[in-house]
């Protein structure tokens, strides 16, 4: 039963209309990380903070799935073996397409967590400085987004999924950040067939051993066809 395990970035929900990061008029090129992607930025100014993922969350509340992440949940629900999807996304279109096995390494715009105790729940649409902990009542309430400079959710599962994957799939990003960027390389050297399916080449695509190139719209269901139909 082969298991596959796919990375999924920004480019893969692009074509529903929510922004990437690094392409021409990307959100880094609209805001700085250190001010909106950082806890020493929500220290600084959380309602601006706040406004960044309050834009971000109703866009993605209000975006559609798309083709490729259609593809993917048929991939998870006709595939003989399991299917996990390790998502450096944060607006839950895989969960909306219909997938389950899903991981949030950077956590995701519909929760919110206590910076004081640490719990987690629902988030409201629209969060501001200030908004208390339903559980521990501190005014300590923020996004369940991982910031630069916090460790990635999940970690010690996705390297367990890494080690067992017979094919494993990077789609739509630029593997630019660390770890997501090293899962390409530490798949193929644990055995997996790799494949990058991107509108470009990454800077990591020479850690893939197959490379498809295209919008995903059209190259996902195109992949997820050929295995499905193997
Ligand atoms: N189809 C396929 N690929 C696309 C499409 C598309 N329609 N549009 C863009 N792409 C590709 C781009 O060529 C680029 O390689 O998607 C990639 C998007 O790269 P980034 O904007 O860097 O996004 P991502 O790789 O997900 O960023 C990783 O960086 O800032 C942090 O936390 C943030 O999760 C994010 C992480």
Redesign the pocket.
Known sequence: MEKIVILT????S??SGLG????EG?L?AQHA?EDV?TPEGFARDPALVHRFYNTRRAQAAEAVPNP?HAALARLEAQHSGEVWIVT???DGLHEKAGNSNVLHM?GALDGALCAACDHRWPAPLVMAPGDSCPSCAAPAARPDIVWFGEVPYHMERIWQLLDEADLFAA???????YP?AAFGQHAGRAGAHTVE????A?VNARDFSEARH????V?VPEWVKGILSS
């Open positions: 970035g920004a480019g893969i692009a074509e990437t990061f690094r392409d990307g880094w990380i992607a490729a450096q996304n944060v950077h789609i739509g990003t630029s593997g630019q950040v997501a399916l991107n509108m470009e990454s295209g919008p995903a719209s190259i």
